[in-house]
């Protein structure tokens, strides 16, 4: 987009020119702009126009005022022809051209300089033309200012973005201007623009880059204003960018490492498993971004009490960035540091601008060695002194982890035992064996229980046993059930003795064997190999044991409970430190050892040989109570070294030795550890390598004695020693003690160190550090240990309230609820609920644990048992579960529920579902609302009750998907159901819900929720209309429904199918035979009616309604669509006839149908054709399955006749005639009809056996029963006849008379007659001969036009029901031409019903479109009847009547020609000429063929022009044939006319006597009027009976009376209407102004069934009858118009007003009926046209001026009226 500051307006110079000066804030400058852009582009550019090249415009850009300033314009013509143009000069002044004429020669080129001369700084335009011969084009001109211009594109889409991230893009501004140009951008959010100002120079171009930062997800588009003009003013001119951007929520999901691609969500749970410490476990999972945008994230572990130690759980990526639909991989390392612990952490998956936050946590468990040794007891046995004993002890390490493990003893010769490895590592699930030495020095007993240390591992313990024997001396040998002895006396030390003597003296201790001590009730329950009895603390034996107290089952270092202390137990020799150990320069050190017992003990310390310590004495006695110092001395041997030491002393009873040999204690064992280094001063020390694991020692926040071990680790190959330095912080001393606080490390070698504390609360929080000092110099190690007891610490989530929605009564809400332990150490937590609250609410889990920082989801119920609000106040305890039942805290939950009342109901009360095809099933959905505030859950349970059936047995058809649920409140639930009808019923479900308690059990009685109805059905058909062509098209509808059966049809395909008939519910090929089996009984007969041989097939076109609300599938099988195709092998039997002759008519296709199966939609109609050829004479019967899919199944049994063209035959629809029911007793029996149908080519003459009839009165005592009016006659081929009979019952039963029906040269037919007699029928009750008894189910109106029909009637019978005799009834018919292009033409068919139904007009034509109105006029005779007319209308078209009247024209025009002409040539060329025949030829006689023999399958036979003997096979023709088929080629007949498509109305009417009418029918009494003058007497008279029927009323005289009459009333109406004077009394005395004026009828306003007016014409027949036809509307004059019965019109005469008329005079009632009865029929007329409007409104009425017009005289009327009289005679007398 090109964006201007343009300069000052433009200079006008004349009217025509407008120079291009824009305005600035035109809102279409954009567009302009860019134009001009455009144009700059082309100037500098050439085009062609009509052979020319040049620029299509010259600009000036450099221009000053007061100049002149020249352009050159440079023509070239390359085009072959010489060119010559003229120039018009521009309009202005300011552009200035030579005038003159140019004349190019092809390929040549002319300059032409133009000038211009400028006076005001604006811009110019103005254009050139030139013209040649072959047209004119134009130079634009254009003189432009330097103004300030942008070039920036329309629109800006930036890239797709994430919500509360950003995206940018870029685009360029240009400065297309000459000028120095400043901009500004403005733009708001989310959008933003970089630089927002700047500078350009001319053509310089600058990148804006432009960042989106939404903030919902929205589409964003906003204008980007950009200011621009000189610098330091202020912008005049603007530009505008479109930023378009759009925004989506990020969205991420987690995956576990198996499903990366699968989208399928990881659990919200990381589970590490248990892991080693120290060891590291790495889990991995992936961020997957399913959203369209790239998604910012951050990983973090959720805010919570951090572990002092830091979190075990890391991962590798805190944050990034996910590509849409791309993934990144996360590792989570889980490194624990705490033995036995379990460590749980959250991290939270925060994606920036995302609608949720995704925790996922992270659990593991650190597991520690598991080491045992393989017995707890070595025994050494009895050992010479000086000798040594070796046994073996295993040591397992049954747990994953690597073990490290050391021994509590030195195995340097310090002391009497040793344990090879005393240190070392055991790998996961091994074992090693160990080396215990015993080498004793002094014949006494040796007893020593020695630890083992186990990293993060409390100590075992290994007692060490042996005895000494010397040649002077040999103690009692020591044995382990001596120190089981031992054990069990140590836990009963507080009742009993110490000393043997006082043990001796209990009456409840007793010796075994060996002299041990052994309880009395304790002696049956000793085993000797236990080590241990009771549980014990190992950290703190082993605590106690590195202080100088030993026992071996000291607890306490209360001195109640020590044998023997030695102090101190660490020595530190030339280590210069402050410490509570005795440390000294010199070389010798004391060390006291105290006897707390009551004997005189015997110490004896173990010397070992090279070893830089000693101790003097070695050995002496300590009396009870006292102490004793020795004196240990450091002597190294050696120089520049580090030197260390555990020294041992056995304390044993003196007396022990003296005692009986049952009686022995075994001896204690104190340790004194020593160090020393002998560097030399000034010599420097070793410099340590050494490695502290764990470099933190965190201790459980309680303040319980508790213990942690520390790996020191001599990572050198020199040793090392160590000890704790207090000499930084003198009062960790008393607070952290650590075991061994000195001591001498091996290289390679490491040292397990315990430490032992009470955490305290005053204790610093980050912790205190312990020093190391390494090898006596100032290498020191430092050890960060936390000690502090912290509070134990549980959130309540929402603030520690719940609330819970309202809640129906009786029933119950969960809601989830989150604790969180925020503390370090493991808790029990426990719910408590006071009791009147707990049926209230309730809590699961109510009891369970929580790790450091675990969360747990507690799910609350709360039923209330009321309306109302309830505030409850559960409370949750909990404690460490390191101490149970102590520092229990408290913390109580705020739980808020309301108890409300609930109902559902359904959005429709009654829902009706409609029609379901019985068998299948329907989906249907109710609604439920639950309008109440709490959520209902209810079942469901369902009634069905059948509405149109008995209440019997019927499965559930209605089936809930669910019938349990909840719906919350204000909500709607879809209850889907199906139905399944299984009969054809109205169904009736009620839907009852029923409220559910908390237990889920039913709280309330049941409550009608809806209705569901539904009607199950099965497809249904109908046939409404009939239609006959070919051979059966002269046979009316009624004549063809009964053919047909169509009623019973109907009826069987309305009704509900048998099981039988659904065996197959679609149609299947099941059968293996040619006669399929049939599964239904109704069986219904399709008679095609008889036709002659080799006529027109048999055409029933039969329309087909769908009913019902469902599609109907139906199909007709014939019997080949119902057999299973076999190979041929298959095929066995021979046929039987009936077999034979089905496979003829199937092979020959002498039945069809069109189509043969389709679908029809509800509502639906379509035309079936079922057509019969009459190729084969005789009769036809072929088995048809009419098959309604999932509906009925009928078999029809199609029967045809083709007879012979030479034989007599009446074809009788059916053999059973059933009169009408007459009353017995009757005068005038009712006379009735029965037809007779001629279907052969011949006539055929037929007689009544009248013997029969007279038997029959014989029979009822000489009465006429049964009478026939016409018992013999004629009947024309093709054609109808109608039998009138007279049943006249004597007794009220049902009579059957079978009376035959002779035909001459022809077969004889019974036919069975019945008829009942009544009583006396009651008021009304005659049954009315109509529509709804002929024909039950016919449609009385056709809806769908059959094919080929383009006439339509607007009814198709008419039912006058029941009248009078001797009466008139008048029905109005339309025939509507249905077709847009064709002209047709009726003829109403009258002859044979002329004398009682009259229709009028009787012919005419119709344009396309057009409809015409018809008056049916009914007279009915003297006598009582059943009438059952048939009245044909004839249809042809004109364009078909148009090429007959042409080919007629032309075949008369070559008949007159041959007849006129002939013409002598040769004898060959004569005989071609074409010979006319006025009528078809009678066909030579055929050849009848060799008999037919016996056959299997009859092949085809193809009916054409050269062998039309059918029923025979074709053979060889002879030579009289073959010159008889060449003459009827060469012949041209006569042009036939076109068949006419009929049309039949049925008309039916029963006529009763005039005096059983009034009393039967007095309603209907006064709706006819009796007319008999009108109508002819015909009484009945039976043939062979001499009974005299009652004569009717004479008749009335007809003559020229009733014409005068009619014509001198006629005259007086038109007269009086004419006067001015009536017409002014009319509208003074109405009430009411007249709606109508009188107006001048055109002949083209008439019908368009009356011809032009013309002259009188004298009717040719006495007894037509004149109709007036009284036609008036507003602003028309009234003018009357006599049309007679033909159609035609008299003229229009002018009556002169009379003043005396006379009004005495009485019209006669005909008279007055055919007034009203013309003007009813011409309002029909204008309502169909639409000239009659009802509601239009009333309009003034305009008087016309008085009359001027010539009248004639009196005189002249009558003469005009003598000569009428005069013709009206003559024509009666003809």
């Given at each position: 987009m090109l964006a201007e500051s343009l300069g000052p307006g433009p200079l006008a110079s004349g009217a025509k020119w407008k120079p291009s000066g824009k305005n600035i804030k035109d809102p279409g400058i954009h567009q302009r702009q860019r134009g001009g852009k455009y144009r700059r582009q082309a100037s500098s550019q050439r085009s062609c126009l009509l052979g020319l090249e040049l620029k299509p415009e010259l600009v000036w850009e450099d221009w000053d005022l007061g100049g002149e300033f020249t352009e050159t314009l440079v023509l070239k013509n390359i085009h072959s022809k010489l060119q010559k143009l003229h120039i018009r000069p521009p309009l202005s002044k300011f552009f200035t051209l030579i005038p003159q004429i140019i004349v190019l020669s092809p390929g040549t080129s002319f300059s032409m300089p133009i000038s211009f001369r400028p006076l005001q700084r604006c811009e110019y335009e103005d254009s050139i033309e030139f013209q040649t011969k072959d047209g004119s084009f134009q130079v634009c001109l254009r003189a432009t200012i330097p103004c300030h211009a942008l070039e920036v594109p329309d629109s800006v889409l930036l890239p797709l973005c994430a919500v509360q991230n950003s995206s940018h893009s870029t685009f360029l501004l240009k400065n297309v201007s000459k000028l120095q140009t400043c901009f500004q951008w403005e733009c708001a959010a989310p959008f933003q623009l970089s630089p927002e100002q700047g500078l350009l120079k001319p053509g310089q171009e600058c990148h804006i880059t432009v960042l989106f930062q939404p903030q919902e997800a929205l589409v964003y588009q906003q204008q980007a204003n950009c200011k621009f003009g000189e610098e330091g003013d202020k912008a005049e001119s603007c530009c505008t960018v479109l930023l378009q951007g759009l925004a989506k929520y990020p969205c991420l999901q987690l995956r576990n490492s198996g499903t990366k691609d699968e989208k399928k969500q990881c659990g919200k749970e990381l589970h590490f498993g248990s892991v080693a410490v120290g060891q590291s476990l790495q889990k991995h999972f992936y961020i997957f971004n399913p959203s369209p945008v790239t998604a910012s994230f951050s990983l973090s572990q959720l805010s919570s009490g951090a572990p002092l130690l830091g979190s075990e759980f890391s991962c590798d990526v805190p944050r990034g960035k996910v590509a849409p639909g791309g993934s990144l991989q996360a590792t989570v390392t889980y490194t624990p540091a705490v033995v036995d612990s379990v460590s749980v952490e959250y991290l939270s998956l925060k994606c920036r601008g995302a609608l949720n936050e995704t925790l996922i946590k992270l659990t593991g468990n650190c597991v520690g060695p598991n080491v045992s040794l393989s017995s707890s007891v070595v025994d050494f046995g009895c050992v010479e002194e000086g000798g040594a004993v070796v046994q073996t002890v295993e040591l397992v390490n049954s747990s994953p982890v690597e073990a490290l493990y050391q021994w509590v003893l030195d195995c340097s010769?310090?002391?009497?035992?040793?344990?090879?490895?005393?240190?070392?590592?055991?790998?996961?699930?091994?074992?090693?064996?160990?080396?215990?030495?015993?080498?004793?020095?002094?014949?006494?007993?040796?007893?020593?229980?020695?630890?083992?240390?186990?990293?993060?591992?409390?100590?075992?313990?290994?007692?060490?046993?042996?005895?000494?024997?010397?040649?002077?001396?040999?103690?009692?040998?020591?044995?382990?059930?001596?120190?089981?002895?031992?054990?069990?006396?140590?836990?009963?030390?507080?009742?009993?003795?110490?000393?043997?003597?006082?043990?001796?003296?209990?009456?409840?201790?007793?010796?075994?064997?060996?002299?041990?001590l052994c309880p009395v009730e304790e002696q049956s329950h000793q085993r000797p190999d236990s080590a241990g009895v009771v549980c014990r603390n190992p950290m703190e034996e082993y605590y106690q044991s590195c202080l100088g107290c030993m026992d071996p089952l000291s607890s306490s270092s209360s001195l109640s409970s020590l044998h023997v202390s030695v102090m101190p137990s660490e020595l530190l020799f030339n280590h210069k430190i402050s410490s509570i150990l005795s440390t000294s320069s010199t070389s010798s050190q004391p060390v006291s050892i105290t006897n707390h017992t009551r004997e005189k003990l015997s110490l004896v310390w173990t010397a070992a040989q090279d070893s830089p310590f000693t101790v003097s004495p070695p050995l002496c006695e300590l009396a009870p109570l006292k102490s004793t110092s020795f004196r240990v001395t450091y002597d190294p041997k050696q120089l520049n070294t580090l030197h260390g030491a555990q020294l041992e002393c056995f304390a044993f009873y003196k007396d022990n030795q003296d005692l009986e040999e049952r009686v022995l204690f075994p001896p204690w064992c104190v340790t004194v550890r020593v160090i020393g280094h002998s560097f030399q001063p000034g010599k420097e020390h070793f410099i340590p390598s050494c490695s502290l694991k764990p470099p933190r020692v965190v201790f459980p926040a309680l303040s319980v004695l508790?213990?942690?071990?520390?790996?020191?680790?001599?990572?050198?190959?020199?040793?090392?020693?160590?000890?704790?330095?207090?000499?930084?912080?003198?009062?960790?001393?008393?607070?952290?003690?650590?075991?061994?606080?000195?001591?001498?490390?091996?290289?390679?070698?490491?040292?397990?160190?315990?430490?032992?504390?009470?955490?305290?609360?005053?204790?610093?929080?980050?912790?205190?550090?312990?020093?190391?000092?390494?090898?006596?110099?100032?290498?020191?190690?430092?050890?960060?240990?936390?000690?502090?007891?912290?509070?134990?610490?549980?959130?309540?989530?929402g603030d520690n309230s719940l609330y819970f929605q309202p809640t129906a009564v009786g029933s119950r809400t969960q809601r989830s609820h989150h604790i969180r332990n925020l503390s370090r150490l493991p808790l029990r937590f426990q719910w408590s609920i006071p009791e009147s609250e707990q049926e209230?609410?309730?809590?699961?889990?109510?009891?369970?644990?929580?790790?450091?920082?675990?969360?747990?989801?507690?799910?609350?119920?709360?039923?209330?048992?009321?309306?109302?609000?309830?505030?409850?106040?559960?409370?949750?305890?909990?404690?460490?579960?390191?101490?149970?039942?102590?520092?229990?805290?408290?913390?109580?939950?705020?739980?808020?529920?309301?108890?409300?009342?609930?109902?559902?109901?359904?959005?429709?009360?009654?829902?009706?579902?409609?029609?379901?095809?019985?068998?299948?099933?329907?989906?249907?959905?109710?609604?439920?609302?639950?309008?109440?505030?709490?959520?209902?859950?209810?079942?469901?349970?369902?009634?069905?009750?059948?509405l149109d059936e008995e209440l019997t047995y019927d499965p559930k058809t209605l089936q809930l998907d669910c019938d349990r649920g909840t719906i919350a409140s204000h909500a709607t639930m879809l209850l889907r159901s199906t139905v399944r009808p299984h009969r054809r019923a109205q169904y009736l479900w009620t839907i009852s819900y029923q409220m559910l308690n908390a237990s889920g059990f039913v709280s309330s009685p049941p409550q009608t929720v809806c209705e569901v109805r539904a009607k199950g059905v099965f497809p249904t058909l109908q046939v409404i209309d009939v239609w006959g062509g070919g051979s059966v098209g002269s046979l009316s509808k009624v004549h063809l429904w009964k053919l047909f059966s169509l009623d019973s049809l109907n009826e069987h395909m309305l009704s509900n199918p048998s099981p039988a008939e659904l065996t197959y519910r679609t149609p299947t090929r099941h059968s293996l035979s040619s006669s399929p089996s049939v599964f239904t009984k109704v069986l219904l007969d399709f008679n095609f009616s008889a036709a002659p041989l080799t006529s027109e097939p048999s055409t029933f076109v039969l329309m087909f309604h769908n009913p019902g609300s469902i599609p109907v599938d139906w199909a007709f099988l014939f019997p080949e669509d119902q057999q299973i195709e076999l190979e041929y092998w298959a095929e066995t039997g021979e046929f039987s006839s009936a077999e034979l002759h089905r496979m003829k008519v199937q092979d020959n296709h002498l039945f069809s149908i069109s189509p043969r199966s389709g679908t029809l939609l509800p509502g639906q109609q379509r035309?079936?054709?079922?057509?019969?050829?009459?190729?084969?004479?005789?009769?036809?019967?072929?088995?048809?399955?009419?098959?309604?899919?999932?509906?009925?199944?009928?078999?029809?049994?199609?029967?045809?006749?083709?007879?012979?063209?030479?034989?007599?035959?009446?074809?009788?629809?059916?053999?059973?005639?059933?009169?009408?029911?007459?009353?017995?007793?009757?005068?005038?029996?009712?006379?009735?009809?029965?037809?007779?149908?001629?279907?052969?080519?011949?006539?055929?003459?037929?007689?009544?056996?009248?013997?029969?009839?007279?038997?029959?009165?014989?029979?009822?005592?000489?009465?006429?029963?049964?009478?026939?009016?016409?018992?013999?006659?004629?009947?024309?081929?093709?054609?109808?006849?109608?039998?009138?009979?007279?049943?006249?019952?004597?007794?009220?039963?049902?009579?059957?008379?079978?009376?035959?029906?002779?035909?001459?040269?022809?077969?004889s037919t019974l036919v069975r007659f019945e008829g009942c007699g009544l009583n006396s029928p009651t008021l009304g009750s005659t049954t009315p001969f109509g529509c709804s008894h002929t024909k039950a189910s016919e449609a009385c109106v056709q809806r769908l036009p059959f094919p080929g029909q383009v006439l339509f009637l607007s009814e198709d019978s008419v039912c006058l029901g029941d009248i009078p005799v001797c009466s008139r009834s008048s029905r109005i018919l339309f025939l509507t031409n249905v077709s847009h292009t064709d002209t047709v033409h009726y003829t109403w068919d009258q002859q044979s019903n002329q004398q009682v139904v009259q229709i009028h007009p009787d012919q005419g034509s119709l344009c396309p479109g057009e409809s015409a109105l018809c008056a049916l006029t009914f007279t009915s005779t003297d006598y009582p009847t059943a009438y059952q007319l048939d009245i044909v209308c004839q249809v042809i078209q004109e364009a078909a009547l148009t090429r007959y009247h042409d080919a007629l024209q032309r075949w008369k025009e070559e008949k007159a020609r041959q007849q006129d002409e002939f013409t002598i040539t040769d004898?060959?060329?004569?005989?071609?000429?074409?010979?006319?025949?006025?009528?078809?030829?009678?066909?030579?006689?055929?050849?009848?063929?060799?008999?037919?023999?016996?056959?299997?399958?009859?092949?085809?036979?193809?009916?054409?022009?050269?062998?039309?003997?059918?029923?025979?096979?074709?053979?060889?023709?002879?030579?009289?044939?073959?010159?008889?088929?060449?003459?009827?080629?060469?012949?041209?007949?006569?042009?036939?006319?076109?068949?006419?498509?009929?049309?039949?109305?049925?008309?039916?009417?029963?006529?009763?006597?005039?005096?059983?009418?009034?009393?039967?029918?007095?309603?209907?009494?006064?709706?006819?009027?009796?007319c008999p003058s009108s109508v002819k007497p015909q009484q009945p008279e039976a043939s062979s009976s001499s009974t005299s029927l009652p004569a009717g009323l004479p008749p009335p005289t007809h003559g020229p009376d009733r014409d005068i009459t009619m014509h001198v009333l006629t005259s007086l109406l038109s007269g009086i209407l004419d006067d001015p004077a009536f017409t002014q009394s009319l509208i003074t005395l109405a009430s009411k102004p007249i709606t109508y004026q009188l107006r001048k009828t055109s002949p083209s306003s008439l019908p368009s069934f009356l011809p032009p007016p013309s002259c009188p014409t004298i009717p040719s027949h006495p007894t037509h009858q004149r109709q007036v036809l009284l036609s008036g509307t507003v602003g028309q004059k009234e003018q009357h118009n006599t049309v007679d019965s033909e159609g035609t019109a008299g003229c229009w005469r002018n009556r002169r007003p009379t003043q005396n008329t006379p009004h005495t005079e009485h019209v006669p009632a005909d008279m007055s009926e055919d007034v009203l009865l013309n003007t009813l029929q011409n309002l029909m007329i204008e309502a169909v046209r639409g000239e009659l409007v009802l509601t239009a409104h009333p309009r003034t009425v305009i008087l016309p001026p008085f009359s001027t017009r010539s009248r004639r005289t009196s005189k002249a009327m009558a003469e005009e009226e003598e000569v009428d009289l005069r013709n009206r005679k003559e024509s009666a007398g003809t």
């Open positions: 010769g310090n002391s009497v035992f040793s344990i090879q490895p005393a240190s070392g590592t055991l790998c996961p699930h091994s074992h090693t064996t160990l080396k215990a030495v015993y080498r004793p020095t002094q014949p006494i007993a040796h007893h020593r229980r020695v630890a083992c240390l186990i990293l993060h591992r409390d100590p075992m313990f290994l007692d060490l046993i042996g005895t000494c024997h010397s040649e002077l001396q040999q103690p009692a040998i020591l044995k382990p059930e001596h120190l089981v002895l031992y054990k069990l006396h140590w836990y009963r030390r507080q009742d009993l003795a110490d000393t043997p003597s006082d043990i001796q003296q209990d009456n409840n201790v007793h010796l075994d064997q060996q002299g041990a508790s213990h942690q071990t520390v790996l020191l680790q001599n990572c050198g190959d020199l040793p090392l020693t160590f000890c704790l330095d207090h000499s930084l912080n003198p009062a960790l001393a008393e607070s952290v003690f650590v075991v061994p606080s000195c001591g001498l490390i091996q290289p390679g070698s490491h040292q397990i160190l315990m430490l032992r504390t009470t955490p305290t609360e005053d204790s610093p929080k980050q912790g205190f550090s312990l020093h190391l000092r390494l090898n006596a110099a100032k290498h020191t190690k430092e050890l960060a240990v936390v000690s502090v007891v912290e509070h134990i610490c549980m959130s309540l989530e209230l609410i309730s809590v699961e889990p109510d009891a369970g644990e929580l790790h450091p920082n675990e969360s747990s989801v507690q799910i609350w119920s709360f039923s209330p048992l009321a309306e109302k609000t309830y505030t409850l106040k559960p409370t949750l305890t909990f404690w460490p579960i390191q101490t149970p039942g102590c520092n229990k805290s408290h913390l109580t939950l705020n739980v808020v529920g309301m108890g409300a009342k609930g109902s559902i109901e359904a959005e429709k009360a009654v829902l009706d579902v409609g029609e379901t095809l019985v068998g299948s099933y329907r989906s249907i959905q109710v609604p439920l609302v639950n309008n109440s505030p709490c959520p209902v859950s209810f079942c469901l349970s369902v009634q069905q009750i059948l035309t079936i054709h079922f057509t019969y050829s009459h190729n084969f004479a005789g009769t036809d019967r072929f088995p048809v399955v009419f098959k309604l899919s999932y509906g009925r199944e009928i078999l029809l049994n199609f029967q045809g006749v083709t007879v012979e063209r030479d034989r007599p035959y009446l074809h009788f629809a059916s053999k059973r005639h059933v009169f009408t029911s007459v009353t017995i007793g009757n005068c005038s029996p009712l006379r009735q009809m029965y037809e007779l149908n001629n279907g052969g080519a011949v006539p055929v003459r037929y007689e009544v056996d009248m013997a029969v009839l007279s038997q029959l009165q014989v029979d009822n005592f000489n009465h006429p029963l049964l009478c026939c009016l016409n018992p013999e006659g004629v009947v024309l081929p093709g054609k109808t006849a109608i039998l009138e009979w007279i049943f006249s019952p004597l007794e009220a039963k049902v009579y059957h008379m079978d009376i035959p029906i002779h035909i001459q040269d022809g077969d004898k060959d060329l004569t005989q071609s000429q074409e010979v006319l025949i006025d009528k078809e030829p009678v066909a030579a006689p055929v050849r009848k063929g060799p008999p037919l023999r016996k056959y299997k399958t009859l092949p085809p036979i193809c009916a054409s022009a050269n062998c039309e003997a059918v029923g025979t096979i074709c053979t060889k023709l002879t030579r009289a044939e073959r010159r008889a088929q060449r003459e009827t080629a060469k012949a041209w007949r006569c042009p036939e006319p076109p068949q006419p498509a009929l049309l039949h109305l049925w008309v039916t009417a029963h006529s009763h006597c005039i005096l059983e009418y009034p009393p039967h029918f007095p309603n209907q009494s006064n709706e006819h009027y009796r």
